[in-house]
């Protein structure tokens, strides 16, 4: 795990002071590698790699940016699982390292661009080819690894955080249809970042530069090519297999690997699974805050590691660590993103670094196999609707209304989105009552300045998503789990991505191997959502090596944070104070006093709150601080 960055002139001319610039990007992520970095400069000085460096296989000889004798060279981000098979399956006499980054510059030889469909695993890297004069830019499937890109005055700059891209960027703005995505769904669509001018590499895309032009290209997509053909035990089988193939792949590592362990059943899969590979040197960690029911789960994970013997490292979460850490979250965020458990990522991340340097996570079930509260409140309404018009028998439903209703208890703490949700636009088409049910916008109101923001095309881009060519349109659930898989893990990937490396640590995530996800994808609806039951098949193939206590709660809301109760006490001037900063420095884009005069009206699990604190925050450790940013290109020069 490392940070990666490079520097192309597409005009082939000198870039000026290359070996500065190179430093300044290394420099601004150097949290990400703290064992090494590494700089390489083309010697016409038109194109230069940059690597921060955190040693997890081939300690000794993995060093980056890396050369091959045929004088390519790659900076690379991320664990192709699968190389030991690569090396085999290319010939291992012609490796001088036992590094995946070198099988990935012996599979672009023996494949070229083509050697991306090889890979199992998370990445992103920025290999240039000499005989070809190419740059050749890639991330993996599912954005797990970031990339980020600009290009300014005929000079393509890009890295593993924004952060390092800020001192190249001729001014520090707001991109408002980004901002329009975030205020509705507390992520942005596509290649778009906040940052007017920045752009990130889609997951399961390409770029290259050749000839002075930009290509950009999708190698990979998920289809939900249903097949009828096989049985639930089939598919239970598969998923088993795929699993355990998945976790065996994800120890591979010359440190020790531990796990992260929620509570819920998607981290204790995981870490059950591990720790009956990994044994005596597995250890796992959690999170709780002290405050109150619904805030600690740590007992669910503790009944976990009794009952495999595995270590487990608990960490109290306390409102003080929320205000010695919340400028650190958002400044490693690079921007805002998804809800407010970046917090205890970023706290519990940190415990984990002091043991280990490799985690596994849980990240991936919910979108994978219909773990959200949600999918549930949406199909009961279209299942009424169909009842009503007496549509039931067309196809669309997998689920009748009447075997939904046995499972809607698990609705019981969602009742304030479902009066919402209900108030308005019901029966409505599929497509509209998911976009209403996951739009944030409308709660906030008077709190935006709208007309400064102007007309978005975020309405059109969602449609365009959860309408994907991709994905039948036969069945509902489907459609919502895609534009899940699609946005908000993408989304969540990028916390799991900075809150590890904030502290040095590598976050892995075994649901998300690409083979697992291919099927999944085949697997009728009413299969995967029978009668409504949410996860059902990863119940159906897991649940009997989990505790009792974890199969059978029904409370598991993700890691809720206290932050609206910690906002009507403890909290309230330190939240006061950081909005108070953003009126005195004239925010275009918000009313300041309508926030501060509705701070103490939200409800106990609203994330409006979050959603424009993190705002601010991000203005004042970007926008606020933009002058810095230049300083660092200035400063790296003169020493």
């Not at 005989?131 to 797990?144: Q, T």
């Not at 059950?272 to 796992?284: N, V």
């Not at 309404?381 to 549509?391: F, L, N, P, T």
């Not at 490396?501 to 009728?524: N, Q, Y």
């Amino acid at each position: 795990m490392c940070g990666i960055a490079g520097i192309l002139n597409l005009s082939n001319r000198p870039v000026v002071n290359l070996q500065h610039s190179l430093a300044t990007l290394n420099r601004l992520q150097k949290h990400r590698g703290p064992d090494g970095e590494g700089l390489w400069g083309h010697e016409k000085e038109h194109v230069g790699l940059a690597h921060v460096r955190l040693s997890i296989i081939d300690l000794e000889t993995g060093q980056q940016p890396m050369h091959s004798s045929s004088k390519n060279t790659i900076t690379y981000n991320g664990e192709i699982y699968n190389f030991e098979e690569l090396k085999k399956e290319i010939g291992e006499s012609h490796f001088s390292t036992n590094s995946d980054t070198e099988v990935i510059l012996k599979a672009y030889e023996r494949w070229g661009v083509d050697c991306i469909s090889k890979f199992r695993g998370m990445f992103a890297f920025a290999l240039w080819d000499e005989s070809k004069s190419r740059l050749f830019c890639a991330r993996d499937r599912f954005g797990i690894k970031p990339f980020y890109y600009t290009i300014v005055d005929g000079t393509f700059y890009c890295a593993s955080e924004i952060k390092a891209l800020l001192p190249f960027v001729k001014e520090i703005d707001t991109d408002k249809d980004s901002l329009n995505d975030y205020l509705t769904f507390q992520f942005t669509l596509g290649e778009k970042t906040l940052f007017k001018g920045i752009k990130q590499l889609e997951p399961g895309h390409l770029l290259t530069i050749e000839d002075s032009q930009i290509s950009v290209k999708k190698y990979w997509e998920v289809y939900y090519n249903l097949d009828f053909s096989h049985t639930e035990e089939y598919f239970i089988e598969q998923i088993r297999e795929l699993m355990g193939d998945s976790i065996r792949l994800h120890l591979r590592s010359d440190v020790p690997v531990g796990a992260y362990v929620s509570g819920g059943r998607d981290s204790s899969i995981v870490a059950a699974l591990a720790s009956q590979i990994e044994s005596s040197e597995f250890q796992a960690f959690t999170g709780k805050f002290s405050f109150g029911e619904g805030y600690d789960e740590s007992e669910y994970a503790r009944d976990l590691s009794q009952q495999y013997s595995f270590n487990l490292h608990e960490l109290d979460i306390k409102s003080t660590d929320f205000v010695s850490s919340i400028h650190k979250i958002i400044y490693h965020l690079d921007q805002p993103v998804a809800g407010p458990g970046s917090f205890p990522q970023y706290q519990i991340s940190q415990l984990a670094s002091e043991h280990r340097k490799v985690v596994l996570g849980g990240q991936g079930g919910d979108e994978i196999f219909g773990g959200y509260a949600r999918y549930l409140i949406a199909y009961f309404e279209q299942c009424i609707k169909g009842a009503i018009e007496g549509s039931l028998n067309n196809g669309n439903f997998v689920v009748t209304y009447e075997s939904i209703i046995s499972n809607l208890e698990s609705l019981k703490q969602y009742k304030p989105m479902l009066k919402q949700f209900w108030s308005k636009g019901l029966f409505e088409t599929i497509d509209r009552r998911y976009f209403d049910l996951i739009n944030r916008a409308p709660t906030l109101k008077d709190e935006v300045n709208w007309n400064a923001i102007g007309q978005s095309s975020t309405c059109d881009e969602f449609s365009r998503i959860f309408l994907g060519d991709n994905v039948g349109h036969e069945s509902y659930f489907d459609l919502m789990t895609h534009f899940d898989f699609k946005t908000l893990l993408p989304a969540l990937l990028q916390v799991e991505d900075r809150m590890s490396m904030a502290h040095g640590l590598e976050s892995r995530v075994p649901f998300l191997d690409h083979k697992l996800i291919e099927l999944a994808a085949t697997i009728p609806a009413d299969i995967k959502f029978k009668n409504g039951e949410l996860k059902r098949l990863l119940v159906r193939t897991f649940d009997s090596i989990l505790p009792n206590s974890i199969t059978q709660r029904k409370d598991k809301m993700g890691f809720p944070v206290p932050l609206n109760e910690w906002m009507q006490g403890e909290l309230k001037d330190f939240v006061c104070g950081i909005f108070e900063t953003g009126r005195d420095r004239g925010r275009e884009f918000f009313n300041t006093d309508v926030i501060l005069e509705n701070l103490s009206r939200e409800g106990k699990f609203s994330r409006k709150i979050w959603g424009l604190l993190s705002l601010e925050v991000w203005m004042q450790e970007f926008h606020d601080k933009s002058s810095e940013y230049k300083k660092q290109l200035t400063q790296e020069r003169l020493t």
